[in-house]
């Protein structure tokens, strides 16, 4: 049987994601119950799209958005018919952020292609990651948004992607610490700091650390400093990152497990911050975000 469009509307909520968390550089993620949202029918003649929230008058509104083109590549993955798109996006992770947002994008659109068609087994997870994966070029926030929890992804000599689910004490309190938005970085410009090579000490540190942290994160909350020692990738981001960097070493001087989120400005926190703390924080314009860990990943509704 063919796969064809079946639904008139499809709904969809992905969550935020947090990508390395220290040592786990490249291949750890973290699902939070902070969402985008996304609804989309399928419609005769050119595809619109409204954006409400983050990237409202920035980001485009037609074909060429994000969200619009990975629904296309699904539909396109088990071959089925293509439309116009009414689209309506209600976007709350920041963009340039280190929370996810591109990731996030193309998960969305991927599952509101499976939301749309007769054989949505057809379009499953597996296939979803590895299509997302595709899109954003690399997997480790693409696993937590498809999948929820914590996990741990890799790709292999092939270039297939792989993750699996770690073992996450979801009670474990985070805080999210999003900067200015003036202070926003894209992920290539992070990455263009980074060098090809690094010492094999910093390389034996950041395995052992990333081995403590996913101890850690299981329900050892005492081994988190520890555990989110890094070596391999935050040290040469300082140039790029100095007020993100100084927060981070300002909370992990008081006794807070503090990393950079994926390639920043954000800055991940696995505790909850005083009350002092964080309204230090507020006044120098960073805002504090709360959210409990998402262990379901990409929902359709």
Known sequence: MSVRLSQERAAVRVPATTANMGPGFDSFGMAFRFYDEVTV?????????KVVGVGEGQVPTDDSNLVVRALRAGLDAVGAPQAGFEMSCFNRIPHGGGMGSSASAAVAG????????????????????????????HPDNVAPAVFGGATVAWTDMD????????????????????PPESTRLSTEEARKVLPSAVPRADALFNTARAAVLMLALAGRPDLLMAGTEDRLHQQYRRRVLPDSM?????????GYPAVISGAGPTVLVLARLEQGTRLALERHG???????????GAYLS
């Open 110 to 137: 991927l599952m509101l292609a499976r939301g749309l068609i007769s054989e949505p087994e057809a379009l499953g997870d597996e296939l979803v990651f590895r299509l997302a994966t595709e899109f954003e070029g």
């Open 159 to 178: 270039g297939t992607p792989h993750a699996a689910p770690m073992p996450v004490d979801a009670s474990l309190p985070v805080s999210l610490l999003v």
């Open 286 to 296: 960073w805002s504090v975000l709360e959210p409990a860990i998402d262990l379901e």
């Open 246 to 254: 100084a927060v981070m070493d300002s909370l992990r001087d008081q």
């Open 41 to 49: 029918r399928p419609v005769v003649g050119s595809t619109h799209v």
